[in-house]
């Protein structure tokens, strides 16, 4: 999220410079992904906020009041010259009919002029990278990243009646988004048809908008826009994600709902836009507010113990400066003793348990303060039931010639769907057999590391059927592919097990493969042909090969060519090499084959 440090400052009015900030955040807070010094003395900057804290970090009011209670700064909770709002009365009616709505609250002001932004509300919105349309939108916008509340405002003379609707939308209802992208000079329409699980904000005949994802060009604000009804809600935060998903619509306002945000919001929402307006717009006529809340939160006490958060961190933290910290952060709280009992802020959605306190204390104290000391008294490791069917069954198969690898569990298709995917990814497995295949046709290619003239593979994973998860084994060739669950797998198997170790034992006498995990890194290939006088047998060079070409040296040197002349044969050997925790270098390579090749040549060999 881009925070401006000038709009910072407007609820603190002393803080460090931006680079100074930015190191506080990162330390304390969130990563600070970059700061841009801006010429009007302002600074952007770019914070990566994690899902546990977007309820309220995603707002300039949220990292002011995390900056202040850091710096231990006076911290204005509301940056703007509040004033009693006088309202006349209303004929807006409400109709909440669905429970994934917790609160709406609307307002019908009249007598509007939308036109330019002043030059205060352009310059905050364009400064973290917004475009201004004009003075409604941009406040509404203002307002939202401002205090983290989405804002949608309808144009009252569009709709059948003042009434607005909040319900599921009708199976195959169809609405008419507005859209962002420009072409040429239109702008790209969208159409949307709904099903019963969406839920939408619809007047007496027609949905208006797709709750807290997208809104419909029915009742669009424009220039000739005079009466409004400006919506502050809270909705559930999961619908709202299955809804942006399916439609492929992420909004700014979706990505607030969807992370979840305390209806307590909308007040301060509400009383801001009015205000707002009201200084923008004069002549504005604000009529009483309507609010329906249906599902208010209780208020959340989390209880704990000094020595409880001590033993949670590892570090001893007295009581004293427990206190101390929830002060800074205007906690509520009592104690007794060193037991603590703190009132949740409504906007702290992630403090539930004593736990969270923990982390909290910690990450304000400071993690750099918890000294490392080795845990003692650590019990014996057992071995896990699955975890040795699954080695087991890959040494087996290791054994038999084949090779392990690892494919996706997204596919095209399967048992159980992924919201919002691509349409290659838009399933899970539902077997391993599929994926098995193509990676033999696309491993036919690697055949020089794999040596041989064929391809056998196998895979062990989790398959996901439609009531239930299960780990399968899948082996083959290009001819033929088997797969079964790991248990029959390991019932058809077991004989051949030694019950005290991870050992499948052959009952042949060759010797035993046993499994080795694959590298991630790619390997590469030299080739190399000498020719040997008559008499001189090959595995004169392949023990140079072995002796010279290091531990990178991950295959035996495979002979893909060989002629007689003159009474000299030439071998021509492929050497493949690999790290396993590192990309080699066509250098590093270069050094071992100069070193193979010095040898064979003071050996009195010709490298052709």
Request: net charge negative.
């Amino acid at each position: 999220m881009l925070i401006s440090y000038n709009w910072i400052k407007s609820y603190i009015k002393d803080i460090p410079e931006p680079e100074k900030l930015a190191e506080l955040l990162t330390f304390k807070l969130c990563e600070v992904e970059g700061v841009e010094e801006k010429d009007n003395g302002d600074a952007i900057l770019d914070l990566n906020i994690l899902p546990d804290r977007a309820h309220d970090l995603l707002s300039h009011r949220g990292i002011a009041r995390e900056i202040a209670g850091l710096l231990k700064l006076p911290f204005k909770e509301n940056n703007f010259e509040e004033k009693e709002i006088q309202s006349e009365s209303t004929d807006l009616e409400i109709d909440v009919q669905s429970p994934l709505c917790r609160r709406y609250m609307g307002r019908i002001i009249k007598n509007v002029k939308v036109g330019p932004s002043p030059v205060w509300l352009k310059e905050r919105i364009e400064s973290i990278g917004q475009r201004s349309i004009n003075n409604i939108v941009d406040l509404s916008n203002f307002i939202m990243f401002d205090l983290g509340q989405p804002i949608h405002t309808f144009d009252l003379d569009k709709l059948e009646s003042p009434k607005l609707i909040i319900r599921n939308a009708n199976e195959g209802e169809k609405i008419e988004l507005l859209g962002f992208e420009k072409m040429g000079d239109a702008t790209k329409e969208r159409n949307a048809i709904l099903s019963s699980s969406e839920l939408v904000i619809a007047d007496e005949k027609d949905a208006l908008v797709i709750a807290g994802v997208k809104g419909g060009r029915k009742a669009e604000v424009d220039k000739n826009t005079q009466n409004i009804i400006i919506e502050v809600a809270n909705f559930d935060p999961v619908a709202i994600r299955k809804t942006a998903g399916k439609y492929n619509i992420k909004t700014d306002a979706s990505k607030r709902y969807e992370n979840e945000i305390s209806p307590e919001l909308c007040k301060d929402a509400m009383e801001k836009i009015s205000y707002y307006i009201k200084e923008i717009c004069k002549d504005a006529e604000i009529e009483e507010l309507v609010d329906i809340y249906n599902q208010k939160p209780e208020v959340k006490k989390v209880s704990f113990e000094s020595d409880y958060i001590s033993k949670v961190l590892g570090l001893k933290i007295e009581a004293e400066d427990i206190k101390k910290i929830l002060g800074d952060y205007n906690y509520e709280y009592e104690v007794n003793g060193n037991n603590f009992s703190v009132v949740i802020p409504s906007w702290r959605l992630d403090l539930n348990i004593p736990a969270d306190f923990a982390e909290e204390i910690g990450r304000i104290y400071g993690y750099e303060k918890v000294e490392a000391i080795l845990p003692t008294g650590i019990p014996e490791a057992k071995d896990n039931d699955i975890w040795k069917k699954i080695c087991l069954a890959k040494n087996k198969l290791v054994n038999d010639g084949y090779q392990e690898v690892v494919n996706s569990v997204f596919r095209n298709r399967g048992q159980v769907s992924v919201l919002a995917a691509a349409s290659d990814k838009s399933n899970l497995r539902d077997n391993l057999k599929d994926g098995l295949k193509e990676s033999i046709e696309l491993n036919i290619k690697n055949l020089p590391l794999l040596q041989g003239n064929e391809v056998k593979v196998f895979e062990v994973g989790t398959v996901f059927l439609k009531d239930k998860e299960q780990i399968n084994v899948a082996y083959g060739d290009k001819k033929n592919i088997n797969e079964l669950s790991l248990e029959d797998y390991y019932e058809r198997a077991k004989d051949g097990f030694s019950d005290d170790s991870l050992v499948y034992i052959p009952k042949n006498d060759h010797d035993f493969q046993y499994f080795k995990p694959w590298s991630n890194f790619p390997f590469i290939v030299r080739d190399i042909a000498v020719w040997l006088p008559e008499g001189i047998p090959p595995e004169k060079l392949i023990n140079i090969y072995k002796s010279f070409g290091t531990e990178l040296l991950v295959k035996e040197p495979t002979l893909f060519d060989s002629f007689t002349k003159d009474g000299r044969t030439s071998f021509a050997y492929r050497l493949v090499f690999q790290s396993d925790d590192k990309t080699l270098t066509d250098e590093e390579i270069n050094i071992i084959m100069d070193n193979i090749t010095k040898k064979i040549v003071d050996l009195g060999y010709e490298v052709r």
